[in-house]
C-alpha cells in the first residue's frame, strides 16, 4: 500500500526558512517521480517542485524558482523540500504526491495518483 507523509509544516516568519519531509512506503519509490503540491485556502491546487526517479532532474513552478530547492534520499524513502525567503503567498497546506510531471515553468501531478494528508506551513509575522 502506496503511503506517502508530510512532516515539517509550521508558523514561520517572513525571509524566514523551512524544510519539509515526505516519508515514502510500500512501493518502490526509487523508480517513481515524487513532488510538492500546495493549496491556499480559497485557490487550486498547485505543483510545487517534481523530483524525477533517481533524483537526476528537478522541476520547480516559476514561484519558487531560486528560493526551494527538492531532493531525496532514496535510502532513506524520503524527500524533502527545503523553502527558504519564505513570503506570506507561501501560506498553504502541503502535499507530497506521486508520480509527477514537469517542465521549465510548471509542475503537475494526477488525481489517479498517490497523496500525503498534508502539513501546514503558515508564513506570517
Known amino acids: 500500500q502506496v503511503q506517502l507523509v508530510e512532516s515539517g509544516g509550521g508558523l514561520v516568519q517572513p525571509g524566514r526558512s523551512l524544510r519539509l519531509a515526505c516519508a515514502a512506503s510500500?512501493?518502490?519509490?526509487?523508480?517513481?517521480?515524487i513532488g510538492w503540491f500546495r493549496q491556499a485556502p480559497g485557490k487550486e491546487r498547485e505543483g510545487v517542485s517534481c523530483i524525477n526517479s533517481y533524483g537526476g532532474q528537478q522541476f520547480y513552478a516559476e514561484s519558487v524558482k531560486g528560493r526551494f530547492t527538492i531532493s531525496r534520499d532514496d535510502a532513506k524513502g524520503m524527500v524533502y523540500l527545503e523553502m527558504t525567503s519564505l513570503k506570506p503567498e507561501d501560506t498553504a497546506i502541503y502535499y507530497c504526491a506521486t508520480p509527477c510531471w514537469g517542465d521549465y515553468s510548471r509542475v503537475w501531478s494526477t488525481v489517479r495518483g498517490s497523496w500525503g494528508q498534508g502539513t501546514q506551513v503558515t508564513v506570517s509575522s
Open positions: 510500500g512501493f518502490n519509490w526509487d523508480d517513481y517521480a
